[in-house]
C-alpha cells in the first residue's frame, strides 16, 4: 500500500508542476482554473479507457507478431509492430482530443490560438500523470516478482529513482508535445473555421510522431540484455532468454507478465 501511494505521489507532484508551467504560458487572458482543473481531470480518466482499447488491439496483433519472429520473418514482425504501435499511439491521441473537445466546443473563454494548445497539454499531463503511476508500479513488482530476485532495494531505485523522474520528464513532454500539435489544430478548426480535415490531419500528425517514439523504443527493447539487468522501462532483462517485442510492450504499458513460451531465441533476438 506504501508503495501504491508513493508512486502516485512520484507521478503527480511532477505533473502539477508541469500543469502550473502550461498554465502560466497565458499570460494576458489566463483560461479558468476550474476548466483546467477538470481538462487535467478528464485527461487523467481517459487514460484507462485509452489502455482498454490498446490492451485489445494488443491482443489482436500479437499472435501474428510472435508467430513471425518465430519463423524468422523478422520483416514482417516489424511491420505488425509498427502497425500495432500506430494505431495504439492514434488511439491516445483521439482519446484525449476527444476529452478536449467535447469539453471545450462551447466555452466562452475559448478565444486565443494559444487556448487549444493549453486545453490540449492540460488534458495530455493528466493522462500522463496516470501513465506514470502504472509505469512506476509495473517497475517496482516487476522486478520483485522477477525470477533473478534483485530484491527490494533495486526494485525502489529502480522505481522511484530512475523510472519515475524519467518518466515525468521525458513521457510528458512527449505528451505534451503531440497534444500541443493537435491543440493548434484545434484552435484553427474552432476560432478560424478549420475544415474537418486539417484537424484530422493534425490528429494523425501528432499520433505520427507519438508512433515514432514508440517504434523506436519497442524496436530497442526487442533486443535482449544479455546481464539480466532491468531496462529503464521497468521490465527485466532475463538472462539467456529473449521475449519478444510485443510481450516487453504489452508488460510495460499494460503490466501483462509474458510467457517464456513467447519469447525469441537468444540468437534470433541478436540478429
Same mark, same amino acid.
Given at each position: 500500500m506504501t508503495v501504491v501511494l508513493l508512486a502516485f505521489v512520484a507521478a503527480f507532484v511532477p505533473a502539477l508542476v508541469w500543469l502550473v508551467f502550461i498554465y502560466r504560458r497565458d499570460r494576458y487572458e489566463p483560461e479558468p482554473k476550474t476548466l483546467i482543473a477538470r481538462l487535467f481531470l478528464w485527461g487523467l480518466?481517459? *487514460?484507462p479507457w485509452a489502455s482498454g482499447m490498446n490492451i485489445l488491439i494488443a491482443h489482436l496483433f500479437a499472435p501474428s507478431i510472435d508467430s513471425a519472429q518465430r519463423e524468422g520473418? =523478422?520483416?514482417?514482425a516489424a511491420i505488425l509492430l509498427f502497425a500495432l504501435v500506430a494505431l495504439s499511439a492514434l488511439n491516445e491521441e483521439v482519446m484525449k482530443y476527444v476529452v478536449v473537445s467535447s469539453r471545450v466546443r462551447d466555452e466562452p473563454a475559448f478565444n486565443e490560438p494559444v487556448d487549444g494548445i493549453i486545453y490540449m497539454s492540460t488534458a495530455a499531463i @493528466? =493522462?500522463?500523470a496516470g501513465e506514470n503511476v502504472v509505469y512506476i508500479l509495473n517497475t517496482y513488482f516487476g522486478l520483485i516478482g522477477d525470477s533473478t530476485r534483485p530484491g527490494v532495494p533495486l /526494485? !525502489?531505485?529502480?522505481? =522511484? !529513482?530512475v523510472t519515475a523522474p524519467l518518466r515525468a520528464l521525458l513521457s510528458t513532454i512527449g505528451h505534451i508535445t503531440w497534444s500541443g500539435i493537435t491543440g493548434w489544430f484545434l484552435s484553427r478548426h474552432h476560432l478560424e473555421r478549420g475544415s474537418g480535415r486539417? !484537424?484530422?490531419g493534425g490528429i494523425l500528425l501528432a499520433a505520427s510522431f507519438h508512433t515514432a517514439l514508440i517504434f523506436h523504443s519497442s524496436c530497442r527493447s526487442s533486443v535482449s540484455r544479455s546481464d539480466g539487468s532491468p531496462g529503464l522501462s521497468g521490465s527485466p532483462g532475463s538472462s539467456g532468454t529473449s521475449r519478444s517485442s510485443v510481450a516487453r510492450w504489452r508488460h510495460r504499458r =499494460? *503490466?501483462? &507478465? %509474458?510467457?517464456?513460451?513467447? @519469447?525469441?531465441? %537468444?540468437? /534470433?533476438? &541478436?540478429?
Open positions: 480518466a481517459a *487514460g520473418a =523478422f520483416f514482417i @493528466g =493522462f500522463s /526494485a !525502489l531505485i529502480n522505481a =522511484f !529513482l486539417m !484537424l484530422v =499494460f *503490466g501483462e &507478465r %509474458p510467457s517464456a513460451r513467447r @519469447g525469441m531465441k %537468444p540468437s /534470433a533476438a &541478436r540478429s
